[in-house]
T-cell receptor, first 109, second 117 residues
Framework: GQNIDQPTEMTATEGAIVQINCTYQ??????LFWYQQHAGEAPTFLSY??LDGLEEKGRFSSFLSRSKGYSYLLLKELQMKDSASYLC??????????WGAGTKLIIKP | GAVVSQHPSWVICKSGTSVKIECRSL??????MFWYRQFPKQSLMLMAT?????????EQGVEKDKFLINHASLTLSTLTVTSAHPEDSSFYIC?????????????FGPGTRLTVL
């Protein structure tokens, strides 16, 4: 079966750095996405990785290792507004998007 | 760019009535749109994939006759929840791909919160 694993919940301090991990087992791979979803709102696109390595975009970076079936989202200089759920999603060989359950990130002052 | 809108933002209806939700791509043409449902504290669940000019592809367990999807133009897809019941109360979110920007990224509408009394 297809499976995406990410921690259910994480807590971090304002101004700090947090890394949210995502591991996947899917039938084929055509890219990995990270989305941010605030409570009661729709997801917003953060990043897309299809090749191994690190993609940096401002305070957010996303890393991919296809051989390990692993990705992480790195958030630097955490702000209170970063409190949200972070969803990892993988596009499989049929270009179907498989969603993780999301990681709820709690930022404390 | 790649803005998707939904209407209405929220709707309350009586059990047994039908509700139509619109999803529009405002600044691009979307040949493919997706409809998701999300229950509280749960991840997104894909309901169906909507392709312009053809019938939608429904996920297993989603009733085609209950959730009617029409993708009549490159900028509009509609989801009609027919004979709604309280268990249909949920957050419905659409997304669309912009083939001119990249073929894989889905851009989401703001969602529609449906409450069936």
């Amino acid at each position: 079966g297809q499976n995406i694993d990410q921690p259910t919940e994480m807590t971090a301090t304002e101004g700090a750095i947090v890394q949210i991990n995502c591991t996947y087992q899917t039938s084929g791979f055509n890219g990995l996405f990270w989305y941010q979803q605030h409570a009661g709102e729709a997801p917003t696109f953060l990043s897309y990785n299809v090749l191994d390595g690190l993609e940096e975009k401002g305070r957010f970076s996303s890393f991919l290792s296809r051989s390990k079936g692993y990705s992480y989202l790195l958030l630097k200089e955490l702000q209170m507004k970063d409190s949200a759920s972070y969803l990892c999603a993988v596009t499989d060989s049929n270009y179907q998007l498989i969603w993780g359950a999301g990681t709820k990130l709690i930022i404390k002052p | 760019g790649a803005v998707v809108s939904q209407h209405p933002s929220w709707v309350i209806c009586k059990s047994g009535t039908s509700v139509k939700i619109e999803c529009r791509s405002l600044d691009f043409q979307a040949t493919t749109m997706f409809w998701y449902r999300q229950f509280p504290k749960q991840s997104l669940m894909l309901m169906a994939t909507s392709n312009e000019g053809s019938k939608a592809t429904y996920e297993q367990g989603v009733e085609k006759d209950k959730f009617l999807i029409n993708h009549a133009s490159l900028t509009l897809s509609t989801l009609t929840v027919t004979s709604a019941h309280p268990e249909d109360s949920s957050f419905y979110i659409c997304s669309a791909r912009d083939p001119q920007r990249d073929s894989d990224t889905q851009y989401f509408g703001p969602g529609t919160r449906l409450t069936v009394l």
